[in-house]
């Protein structure tokens, strides 16, 4: 089994920052990308930020410049260290991993239980 962990949601004030936090652990052999979604009130499920085991990222235009994704591959976790807060980045977020379990196996990928994080003053 596989679990993701996730940690740091809470209130802040628009302009603020917060850090969040995803740990994997579990029987798994490799980590694969890992990264962070967002699901607002009504909303779709929307990409926020990915990162490769290379290290190279992504972003979606939203949050590009105010966010930052990274990784430690020696750890198996995934942070996302977000400022100058807008309320519209009030959502609850959920971290993403895609993972093999066993050499050669196919790819899966898990869903953290989500962490909310409100934007308001």
């Known amino acids: 089994q596989v679990q993701l962990v996730e940690s740091g949601g809470g209130l802040v004030q628009p302009g603020g920052s917060l850090r969040l936090s995803c740990a994997a652990s579990?029987?798994?052999?490799?980590?694969?990308?890992m990264g962070w979604y967002r699901q607002a009130p009504g909303k779709q499920r929307e990409l926020v930020a990915v990162v490769a085991r290379s290290g190279d990222t992504k972003y979606a235009d939203s949050v590009q410049g105010r966010f930052t994704i990274s990784r430690d591959n020696a750890k198996n976790t995934v942070d996302l260290q977000m400022s100058s807060l807008k309320p519209e980045d009030t959502a609850t977020y959920y971290c993403n991993v895609e993972l093999t379990q066993r050499l050669f196996d196919r790819t899966n990928v898990y869903w953290g239980q989500g962490t909310q994080v409100t934007v308001s003053s």
């Open positions: 579990g029987s798994f052999y490799r980590l694969y990308g």
